[in-house]
């Protein structure tokens, strides 16, 4: 390397930060983004409560359609994001649609819990109330990451490996499959 190209790479470096910061700015988000993406998480939610405890006709139907609808909001809700705004943000699959971020996993496995121990005792006015919970806690979730990412892009821009991500789902699955064969 040459001394003049060391010479210009601290200010390639701030041209690239600062126009990082400036499309953190202009990052536009779909109307709704929030709001179906925590209903999907709260259908999902008291789908797998019930599915798990049982009820109806076809419980693992039930568990089947809270997860096809949470896959199909998320996937257009994330396909208008792109169309917006031309480019992917790290982090806005894995920690807003994923559920990684602390606040959406904790909130996710409470309301999960709360609404499963629901169905199970036959509290079904409760099902729904703990599903409601948690997506609109998942929602509130997402807009505090974005919240953050626009403040501090650097900080806030890497979501979890797709390798990480896969293993989470495979765990999550193998739990779920024997949870539904113990019954």
């Known amino acids: 390397m040459c001394l003049d190209s060391q010479r210009e790479l601290p200010g390639r470096v701030a041209d690239a930060e600062a126009r990082r910061t400036s499309l953190a700015d202009q990052v536009v988000v779909p109307r709704l983004f929030f709001v179906s993406i925590g209903a999907a998480v709260a259908f999902q ?12 006709r076809a419980p693992i139907w039930l568990l089947a359609s809270g997860l096809v609808l949470f ?10 994001f792109r169309q917006l705004n031309g480019v992917w943000l790290g982090g806005l699959l894995s920690r807003v649609v994923g559920g990684t971020a602390t ?20 509290a079904w006015w409760l099902v729904p109330v703990a599903a409601i919970a948690g997506g609109a806690a998942y929602a509130l979730s997402g807009q505090r990451w974005m919240r953050r990412y626009r403040a501090d892009p650097a900080a806030h821009s890497r979501g979890e490996s797709a390798a990480w991500l896969l293993v989470l789902a495979i765990l999550a699955l193998t739990f779920l499959v024997l949870l539904v064969a113990q019954r």
């Open 45 to 56: 939610i008291a789908t797998t409560a019930v599915g798990l405890a049982g009820a109806g």
């Open 71 to 80: 896959v199909a909001v998320s996937a257009a809700q994330l396909a208008r």
């Open 103 to 122: 606040a959406a996993s904790v909130s996710y496995a409470g309301a999960l819990g709360g609404a499963t121990w629901a169905a199970f005792v036959g």
